[in-house]
Nanobody, 122 residues
Framework: QVQLVESGGGLVQPGGSLRLSCAASGFILDYYAIGWFRQAPGKEREGVSCIGSTADSTYYANSVKGRFTISRDNAKNTVYLQMNSLKPEDPAVYYC???????????????WGQGTQVTVSS
């Protein structure tokens, strides 16, 4: 069965960095796109970044461009989100999700992880 497990969240000061990991199991990650989404309390879920199956296609929300980097290691069945220069508006539960690229870009992937909390505070 498809399973996605996020890790790497935590508390960081403004300007700090975190690297989130999304470990996939139950399917071969090579053939699928992965997206990172986030949801803060009282706000709608938003797409943060996504990467195509070949890693040639990457997308970023305007709010994170230049600060976040998505990457994938198919040999480890894992996707990463490197988050630098974290801002007070970045805290949320971050989720990874998978499906074909069209569904991920549309924000409607079929499979989701349980999420990892990111907190930015001094």
């Amino acid at each position: 069965q498809v399973q996605l497990v996020e890790s790497g969240g935590g508390l960081v000061q403004p300007g700090g960095s975190l690297r989130l990991s999304c470990a996939a199991s139950g399917f071969i990650l090579d053939y699928y796109a992965i997206g990172w989404f986030r949801q803060a309390p009282g706000k709608e879920r938003e797409g943060v970044s996504c990467i195509g199956s070949t890693a040639d296609s990457t997308y970023y929300a305007n709010s994170v461009k230049g600060r976040f980097t998505i990457s994938r290691d198919n040999a480890k069945n894992t996707v990463y989100l490197q988050m630098n220069s974290l801002k007070p508006e970045d805290p949320a539960v971050y989720y990874c999700a998978t499906d074909d690229l069209r569904a991920v870009v549309a924000g409607t992937p079929s499979y989701w992880g349980q999420g990892t909390q990111v907190t930015v505070s001094s």
